[in-house]
């Protein structure tokens, strides 16, 4: 089955302490893509992926890493979180880096404390 | 800056009736736009799109209009179903498969 696969699902976390949410897609991507998604503000973009070893910052990178070594794995790392990246977090990928629909995973619940 | 808006954030329709959900752009440089819907505890789910090019598409159900002079797209449901009950999200992209989201309207279709 064609898949965007993330975890974990939910992480309740203290501030400081690195994390990382891995991302995996089966269907030979080459793009993909994180996203937060916060109450009245919709989903908003993180990082994103052309292709392995390419990336480059969103909207709203500030306080993110991400990294592409593979073309199926695109995980995001918060180095010291903060209270204020308690957020939904999606990872998403399509086919190529041109317009077309993404594919989305189910989410991780990340709750800084 | 908040560039796809949604000024909705619920709507309530009934069973069988058309859903219209609205959204509202700034970004001259959008030139495909998308609208996905959301499921609580999963993520989004793609459903239908359009490109800049035309004005309209169709996809059983689920129609899209894009008015590129005011700026404005709208997703037409008909007839709704309880099982269309969701957020619906508004989506559009410049370059690179970037995609700017509105905040999400909850549609609620009673039987």
């Known amino acids: 089955e064609a898949q965007v696969t993330q975890n974990p699902r939910y992480l309740i976390t203290v501030t400081g302490k690195k994390l990382t949410v891995t991302c995996s897609q089966n269907?030979?991507?080459?793009?993909m893509s994180w996203y937060r998604q916060d109450p009245g503000l919709g989903l908003r973009q993180i990082y994103y992926?052309?292709?392995?070893?390419?990336?480059d910052k969103g909207d709203v990178p500030e306080g993110y890493k991400v990294s592409r070594k593979e073309k199926r794995n695109f995980p995001l790392i918060l180095e010291s979180p903060s209270p204020n990246q308690t957020s939904l977090y999606f990872c998403a990928s399509s086919l190529t880096i041109f317009n077309q629909p993404q594919h989305f995973g189910d989410g991780t619940r990340l709750s800084i404390l | 800056d908040q560039q796809v808006k949604q000024n909705s954030p619920s709507l309530s329709v009934q069973e069988g009736r058309i859903s219209i959900l609205n959204c509202d752009y700034t970004?001259?440089?959008?030139?495909?736009f998308l609208w996905y819907k959301k499921y609580p505890a999963e993520g989004p789910t793609f459903l239908i799109s359009i490109s800049s090019i035309k004005d309209k598409n169709e996809d059983g159900r689920f129609t899209v209009f894009l008015n590129k002079s005011a700026k404005h797209l709208s997703l037409h449901i008909v007839p709704s179903q309880p099982g269309d009950s969701a957020v619906y999200f508004c989506a559009a992209s410049g370059y690179w498969n970037r995609l700017t989201f509105g905040e999400g309207t909850q549609l609620t279709v009673n039987p």
């Open positions: 970004n001259s440089m959008f030139d495909y």
């Open positions: 992926s052309m292709n392995v070893e390419v990336t």
């Open positions: 269907m030979n991507h080459e793009y």
